[in-house]
């Protein structure tokens, strides 16, 4: 069965530096999104991206955030200058069409000390 | 606003037992709302949405606009139930889901 992959499972970074969080959506899908869980609070929606570029994004998603699919099967998160506020699990997902099954990856921790 | 509610972080139940996980929204548009479930160490899945009217693993959940529930229940909770569930309501203009705080359920051999 097809699946959602995220990759790196754990990422340490220091303040300041910058990540790059990598998914693979499923093949056949269209669309695709990125989800934040800090530790202990609720899973909140972070962007959509449909057409390669972005259909919605949060208040979360700021300046220091972008988003890219820079192949035909990578989508990538990018965080410029990481701060000690956006240590959570990231989770990437994907679906055939904006109306049907979201199907998330395992998530990415990331640590930022 | 948007918000989606999940009353209990915690529950825990026997095995046997019936199940209800609590599940209230608040949204002005027509809602589409689901089921998610994060067994241990596992990514989140798809359990039910409610337009599909489907039972899964003996889960049911109906809609109640009146009430503006989807409560998530099972007549005979089983040890493998044990896992986080989180409500989740999609909204219509750009798909994004709105999530519940989620409810750890603990079933108790």
């Known amino acids: 069965e097809p699946e959602v992959t995220q990759t790196p499972s754990h990422q340490v970074t220091q303040m300041g530096q910058e990540v790059i969080l990598r998914c693979v959506p499923i093949?056949?899908?269209?669309?695709f999104y990125w989800y934040r869980q800090i530790l202990g609070q609720k899973v909140e929606f972070l962007v959509s991206?449909?057409?390669?570029?972005?259909?919605?994004k949060s208040e979360i998603f700021d300046d220091q955030f972008s988003v890219e699919r820079p192949d035909g099967s990578n989508f990538t998160l990018k965080i410029r200058s990481t701060k000690l506020e956006d240590s959570a699990m990231y989770f990437c997902?994907?679906?055939?069409?904006?109306?049907?099954?979201?199907?998330f990856g395992q998530g990415t921790r990331l640590t930022v000390v | 606003a948007q918000r989606v509610t999940q009353p209990e972080k915690l529950l825990s139940v026997f095995k046997g037992a019936p199940v209800e996980l609590k599940c209230n929204y608040s949204?002005?548009?027509?809602?589409?709302l689901f089921w998610y479930v994060q067994y241990s160490r596992q990514r989140l899945q798809l359990l039910l949405r409610?337009?599909?009217?489907?039972s899964i693993k003996g889960f049911t959940a109906d809609l109640n606009k009146g009430e503006t529930s989807f409560h998530l229940k099972k007549p005979f909770a089983q040890e493998e139930d044990s896992a986080m569930y989180y409500c989740?309501?999609?909204?219509?203009?750009?798909?994004?889901?709105?999530w519940g705080a989620g409810t750890k359920l603990i079933i108790k051999p």
């Open positions: 989740a309501l999609r909204v219509y203009s750009n798909y994004q889901l709105i």
């Open positions: 949204y002005s548009g027509s809602p589409e």
């Open positions: 409610h337009i599909s009217r489907e």
């Open positions: 093949s056949n899908h269209l669309y």
């Open positions: 991206f449909y057409n390669n570029e972005i259909s919605e």
């Open positions: 997902a994907s679906s055939q069409q904006g109306n049907t099954e979201a199907f």
